[in-house]
């Protein structure tokens, strides 16, 4: 059975930062791309970042570069977003994805960024 499962968000102050992990589990990890979605209210989900199977190489939306980082660690089965000086406007609910062969998305975890 495959399984994504998101962790580590919460309630932060703007210029805070939050670890996102996502454990996987039931695929083939160290062969999927695996990539950060977010979703604010209102909003379509946006592509955060990503990170290829391989080498690793990554892309991260505009709005967050030099700011976030994306990793993973193929030992482990898990994917990792950092996410430093953040803004109310990150706030939004995350989802780690997995692409490949075929598509699956994790069920989620909310990062509100206010005062």
């Known amino acids: 059975q495959v399984q994504l499962v998101e962790s580590g968000g919460g309630l932060v102050q703007p210029g805070g930062s939050l670890r996102l992990s996502c454990a996987a589990s039931g695929f083939s990890f160290s062969i999927y791309a695996m990539s950060w979605f977010r979703q604010a209210p209102g909003k379509e989900r946006e592509l955060v970042a990503a990170?290829?199977?391989?080498?690793?190489?990554?892309n991260y939306a505009d709005s967050v570069k030099g700011r976030f980082t994306i990793s993973r660690d193929n030992a482990k089965n898990t994917v990792d977003l950092q996410m430093n000086s953040l803004k109310p406007e990150d706030t939004a609910m995350y989802y780690c994805?997995?692409?490949?062969?075929?598509?699956?998305w994790g069920q989620g975890t909310q990062v509100t960024v206010s005062s």
């Open positions: 990170i290829t199977s391989g080498v690793g190489l990554t």
């Open positions: 994805q997995a692409a490949h062969f075929r598509t699956y």
